[in-house]
T-cell receptor, first 114, second 119 residues
Framework: DGGITQSPKYLFRKEGQNVTLSCEQNLNHDAMYWYRQDPGQGLRLIYY???????QKGDIAEGYSVSREKKESFPLTVTSAQKNPTAFYLC?????????????FGPGTRLTVT | AQKVTQAQTEISVVEKEDVTLDCVYE???????LFWYKQPPSGELVFLIRRNSFDEQNEISGRYSWNFQKSTSSFNFTITASQVVDSAVYFC????????????????FGKGTKLSVIP
């Protein structure tokens, strides 16, 4: 079955540590995205990638970094520079970054930093 | 800048009641796309529907129906005969087009409406 996997589902870290969230897709999609969701809020775009070896900042990229070395993978690193890292992180992909293409989402990773 | 407003933060209905979730959007583009997603308690967003700005026909899919009105910039979602499994957070989203530079491809989400269906 095709889909998007994110691991782990729950992640706990101490303040000051970097942490990397995994996102893998086997849908053969070119475009991938990372969103952050806070309670009572919509999704906010962190980074997106339209193609391998290319990525762009979204609305709230500060304190985050990404890489896109393979079409299937788009890991997100939450660095110690991110002031409020505790949140629910969702990865998504679409066949391309065209306007009308629906995005498909993974199950999410809930990150708690103490 | 594009914007999506879901004024209803939370709605509770009794099972079998009909419920309508409101979505109002703002955009300067003449070509755009509207989406609805469902987020059940498990957290994963599930794609429900896409509508482009040139297609104002209402759509029905089982118990779900969508009413798109450009005159009022609204794209409302109705669930008929609600069921407990419909309990979730529902998001409306907007994507502008055609591609006009970095950042113009992205989806703008509303803050969501939490629907609780009581048995």
């Amino acid at each position: 079955d095709g889909g998007i996997t994110q691991s782990p589902k729950y992640l706990f870290r101490k303040e000051g540590q970097n942490v990397t969230l995994s996102c893998e897709q086997n849908l053969n999609h070119d475009a991938m995205y990372w969103y952050r969701q806070d309670p009572g809020q919509g999704l906010r775009l962190i980074y997106y990638s339209q193609i391998v070896n290319d990525f762009q900042k979204g609305d709230i990229a500060e304190g985050y970094s990404v890489s896109r070395e393979k079409k299937e993978s788009f890991p997100l690193t939450v660095t110690s520079a991110q002031k409020n890292p505790t949140a629910f992180y969702l990865c998504a992909s679409s066949i391309s970054s065209g306007k009308g293409n629906e995005q498909y989402f993974g199950p999410g990773t809930r990150l708690t930093v103490t | 800048a594009q914007k999506v407003t879901q004024a209803q933060t939370e709605i509770s209905v009794v099972e079998k009641e009909d419920v309508t979730l409101d979505c109002v959007y703002e955009t300067r583009d003449t070509t755009y796309y509207l989406f609805w997603y469902k987020q059940p308690p498990s957290g994963e967003l599930v794609f429900l529907i896409r509508r482009n700005s040139f297609d104002e026909q209402n759509e029905i899919s089982g118990r779900y129906s969508w009413n798109f009105q450009k005159s009022t910039s609204s794209f409302n979602f109705t669930i008929t005969a609600s069921q407990v499994v419909d309990s979730a957070v529902y998001f409306c989203a907007l994507s502008e087009g055609p591609y006009s530079g970095a950042g113009s491809y992205q989806l703008t989400f509303g803050k969501g409406t939490k629907l609780s269906v009581i048995p």
